[in-house]
């Protein structure tokens, strides 16, 4: 045999090699990744999600294994919190009231009023100095790494059966729930409503049998929990952001490869931006689809609106006495950042 026979023979050995390494079960072994939230299948959340999910299992197929549990199969956001820094659960998405009871001050998120449109959100998600800021301290104080914000739902509203809600006096006395948060409680004692947290998974119950009259939601979170059956009143005062935190186990996402790290964040990305768009596209349709149930939505006057604003002073001051200003400051400087690049952007565009 020549010498180049035996080289040829023997790279083609190595290679048979190789590739039954390549192909060996301890190399093409998965990391599970388990990803649960509360809502339902029907939310944009949801269908944003599968859209990660496809994702990771068209790029990382044979290094990342997804599974998803939602509508609360895991548990309510307090449950999920815990199991994620217990390192049981891999990602998890909350409200910021959803994380309150392990980081307060995320709260800041949900004084009501502040953010004024969707475009100054989605900059507020990408913003690199408050991503930064927010990171740093909730991984310290929790152990969980915050890869991203997106959308749960849109914008929160006031929703209740017992009437048509055209100013703040309406909701005097009116049962409220609220996330189980200190901070949206606040907000509906300042307009004269009795705040009553309820778990999300246990809303449907709580309305049906009058443990509450109303509640703060976007109305295609109304509509994805059929709440319509009970809900027929609402005024459009987008008062606050459903804002999406998601969260990972910091010790399995350090164990990650940054190859397999960059390509779940080019996914979440994906995810993000249609969790966005979809919440926008499904509000249209879900506010006839409301109507075409029975129900009816005022969108409040420039007059009407100011009674609701008393809640903003309000809020303000209460996260303020118990947390200082260091949030606060941060979501202002991150609101000034998005409208002045907004501005400067349309100014462009003129």
């Known amino acids: 045999m020549s010498l180049t026979s035996k080289l040829a023979g023997g790279i083609a050995a190595a290679a048979l090699v190789l590739t039954a390494g390549a192909w060996s079960p301890a190399v093409a072994q998965e990391t599970l990744m388990k990803i649960a939230h509360v809502a339902g299948t029907a939310n944009p959340l949801h269908e944003a999600l599968l859209v990660w999910d496809a994702y990771i299992k068209r790029n990382l197929k044979g290094k990342i294994k997804p599974e998803l549990y939602p509508a609360g199969q895991l548990g309510n956001f307090a449950q999920m919190i815990e199991q994620a820094r217990l390192g049981t659960l891999e990602c998890t998405t909350t409200t910021g009231g959803g ?30 100095i408050l991503l930064d800021e927010m990171r740093k301290d909730i991984l310290a104080k929790t152990g969980l790494r915050m ?45 004269g409503g009795s705040p009553t947290p309820v778990p999300w998974q246990e809303l449907y119950t709580a309305l049906g049998t009058r443990v509450v009259d109303g509640t703060m939601n976007s109305v295609t979170d109304i509509l994805a929990m059929n709440f319509q059956e009970f809900l027929k009143h609402g005024v459009l005062d987008r008062h606050t952001y459903l804002w999406s935190f998601w969260w990972v186990n910091e010790g399995w996402w350090q164990k990650l490869p940054t190859d397999v790290k ?27 689809r409301f109507a075409k149930a029975g129900g009816g939505l005022h969108v409040p006057t420039p007059e009407e609106y100011k009674t609701f604003l008393p809640a903003r002073e309000a809020a303000t001051a209460w996260f303020v006495g118990k947390y200082g200003d260091k949030w606060l400051k941060m979501m202002t400087a991150a609101i000034e950042r998005a409208e002045k690049a907004i501005d400067e952007d349309n100014k462009r565009r003129m």
Do not use: C
């Open 99 to 128: 994380i309150s009871n392990v980081f307060p001050e995320i709260q800041v998120f949900d004084i009501p009023y502040v953010v004024k449109d969707d475009r100054v959100v989605e900059m507020m998600q990408m913003d690199p």
């Open 147 to 191: 890869i991203g914000i997106a959308s749960t739902g849109g914008w929160r509203s006031f929703l209740t059966r017992n009437g048509p809600i055209r100013s703040a006096a309406d909701l005097k006395g009116v049962k409220i729930r609220t996330i189980e948060s200190a901070l949206p409680m606040e907000h509906v004692k300042a307009l």
């Open 262 to 288: 960059s390509s779940l964040l080019n996914g979440f990305w994906d995810m993000q931006h249609v969790s966005n768009s979809q919440t926008k596209f499904r509000d249209i349709a879900d506010v006839e």
